[in-house]
């Protein structure tokens, strides 16, 4: 286990930085590739390389030596982001992500895991406040979420074909709604979680908050150490089919922003706002499988997960105050 030598992509992102830290835990010699550097924290990766991965020398510089890659590079953001930059990000994406599978096949790597979304499921799987968990097999026939969605499912295929064509042993893994410290809370390309926290922390102790939609639509939530205990699990598995990675408790917005309010310890009401992006209506993850595969599933809860990411955003804002 101690030569295995890991590519960490996204490493200056939300996941792929608390995946680094996780590695390096367990003594993993890890290169982090990224555009941009951590935001909040310095990376504890033995190395750390600035690279655009839409371009294939690029990738190949960044395979080179290493045993197995955790491929989370991607141009991503919350509902709001993308829902309206739909082009830019099918084509950043499957550049980064074809490219990065040619160059682990070429360089020979051992194994290769790819981090698709739930947004892969069918939008008529989730036309309802309380739709069914989405199993696996849910994701055909095929309507994705438009543009990322589309791009993820696309990709993977690709992962599919790698393993069957190639033998690149390639690993998918479908997060549901991954939070925590540490994760982009404003600017627009924040999740629900990390908003809603932002919103309350700037919130007097009796005020109102803005709430996308009629705060009726729901979701579960994984909190960022289950996320990556999750994914190591996965590649160290002999699984080689698309797997969900989340929390089957599914809340409302509504909800979401209850708890929060009341971690905050503020008495907030809601004002919606039914013009603004807010996603399928109902989404669950079936965990059936992940439980049969991994022998595990993700412990946090979301009360816990909340009260640890409302503080550090908190925190964020009375720094930058």
Request: glycine letters at 8%.
């Amino acid at each position: 286990m101690e030569n295995k030598k890991i590519l960490v992509t996204g490493a200056g992102g939300f996941i792929g930085h608390h995946l680094i830290k996780y590695l390096k835990k367990k003594k993993f010699w890890v290169r982090g590739v990224d555009i941009k550097f951590p935001e909040y924290e310095q990376t504890l990766a033995d190395e750390f390389e600035l690279l655009d991965l839409r371009r294939w020398a690029n990738c190949l510089q960044a395979v080179r030596g290493v045993n197995q890659v955790y491929n989370l590079a991607a141009n991503m953001g919350g509902i709001g982001f993308i829902e309206s930059h739909k082009a830019e990000i099918v084509h950043d994406n499957i550049l980064i992500n074809m490219h990065m599978l040619e160059a682990a096949r070429l360089n020979k790597i051992d194994k290769f895991l790819y981090t698709s979304s739930a947004c892969v499921y069918p939008g008529y799987k989730q036309n309802s406040p309380d739709i069914a968990p989405l199993k696996e097999e849910d994701a055909y026939p095929a309507d994705a979420e438009d543009g990322y969605g589309w791009e993820k499912l696309y990709t993977e295929r690709a992962c599919r074909h790698y393993y069957e064509d190639y033998k690149l042993k390639t690993y998918c893994v479908r997060f549901h709604n991954i939070y925590g410290p540490l994760g982009t809370y404003d600017g627009g390309r924040e999740k629900s979680p990390a908003a809603i926290c932002r919103k309350i922390a700037f919130a007097k102790t009796k005020d109102e908050v803005e709430v996308w939609g009629d705060g009726n639509q729901t979701r579960s939530y994984c909190y960022i150490d289950d996320c990556v205990e999750g994914i190591f699990r996965l590649i160290e598995s002999e699984y080689h089919e698309p797997l969900n990675l989340g929390t089957d408790k599914m809340v409302t917005i509504n909800h979401l922003v209850d708890i929060v309010a009341n971690i905050a310890n503020k008495r907030i009401s809601k004002r919606y706002d039914l013009g603004k992006p807010q996603g399928v209506r109902g989404r669950n993850s079936d965990n059936t499988k992940l439980r049969q595969v991994l022998k595990w599933e993700p412990c946090v809860s979301l009360e816990d997960g909340l009260k640890l990411t409302y503080h550090w955003i908190l925190s964020q804002i009375e720094k930058n105050r």
